[in-house]
């Protein structure tokens, strides 16, 4: 597969066109803080079976926890991800970078690609999702979306994307019958589109104690519930898409510990595999995590 050149900055979404992050992520600073105070730096785990005690703490009444890692799974290191999503026993991820996007097949249990297919042209991938018998990818700025063939990962057809591509999942259901997609477009709002054809249904802003919740990247629809990361940082935050209010928050501080962060770019990447255990990743990172997210029931 084709690599990130040596001379681009890992975290240069593309190199013509630079995002540039502010100071710090547009989240009431209350928030930030979340659990510096008395809070225990996550460490690696290497070994499945082996556990990292949660830290639980709040910021307002919002409920704070830190991952339990369960076991760590190889990553590739040259995969930009976008998008994780685990369905029916196959890993999907969406990959991005400007000619190197790509969506693929992975083993779940080790991180290996089974299939993988190049995104056309100089289109830059972004978030991914699995609606019955297609996957839906989005890209940054093209203004388009691809719909996959799930069992080829065959590019099938492109629909218009108004505005920025980031995050995507499908909430309330997995053959897309009934169901809606939830999409994140780097603003503080959670956008509903048709699973059918990705036209926009509504959309909600999103707030943490009142204040808005910005740059929200990779989704999770798990529940009546939207996982989403917030770029630039080591969180998460769990959205009831009703209201748009933050019921819960992960700081995932210290899951890729700085001794191993050399060449990888931020977290972002989460996946649900049952109850209350997830896939957790980032950008460049050389493993992601099987991690248990010890919240309260939503």
């Keep these: 597969m084709p690599t990130r050149p040596a001379d681009r900055p890992a975290h240069d979404r593309t190199a013509p066109r630079r995002r540039t992050a502010p100071p710090l992520p547009r989240i009431r600073r209350s928030a930030l803080l979340l659990t510096l105070c008395g809070s225990l730096v996550l460490s690696a785990c290497g070994a499945a079976g082996s556990a990292t005690p949660a830290v639980v703490s709040r910021t307002g009444d919002v409920p704070v926890v ?52 190049p995104l056309p042209g100089s289109y830059f991938g972004e978030g991914i999702t699995v609606a019955g018998d297609r996957i839906w990818q989005l890209t940054w700025t093209d203004g388009v979306a691809i719909e996959w063939d799930r069992a080829t990962l065959r590019p099938r057809r492109e629909v218009p994307v108004d505005g920025e591509g980031w995050g995507l999942c499908l909430s309330g259901g997995t053959d897309g019958g009934g169901a809606r997609v939830v999409r994140s477009d780097g603003t503080d709002r959670l956008r509903f589109h048709d699973p059918a054809d990705l036209a926009e249904t509504g959309s909600v802003a999103v707030t943490l104690d009142g204040a808005p919740v910005s740059e929200l990247n990779e989704l999770e629809c798990v529940g009546d519930r939207v996982w989403a990361n917030v770029w630039q940082t080591d969180r998460l935050v769990r959205i009831d898409p009703a209201t748009g209010v933050v019921d819960a928050v992960v700081d995932a501080a210290g899951l890729l510990p700085p001794g191993r962060r ?9 996946a649900h595999v049952s109850g209350d255990e997830y896939l957790l990743t980032g950008k460049l990172w050389p493993s992601t995590f099987r991690v248990r997210l010890p919240v309260p029931d939503a």
């Design 66 to 117: 830190r991952p339990e890692v369960l076991a760590e799974i190889p990553h590739d290191t040259d995969a930009f991800t976008q998008g994780l999503e685990l369905r029916d026993g196959t890993l999907y991820e969406g990959t991005g970078l400007v000619g190197e996007s790509e969506i693929r097949a992975l083993d779940p249990g080790t991180g290996a690609v089974r299939a993988s297919s």
């Design 262 to 270: 050399a060449g990888a770019d931020v977290l972002n990447g989460i």
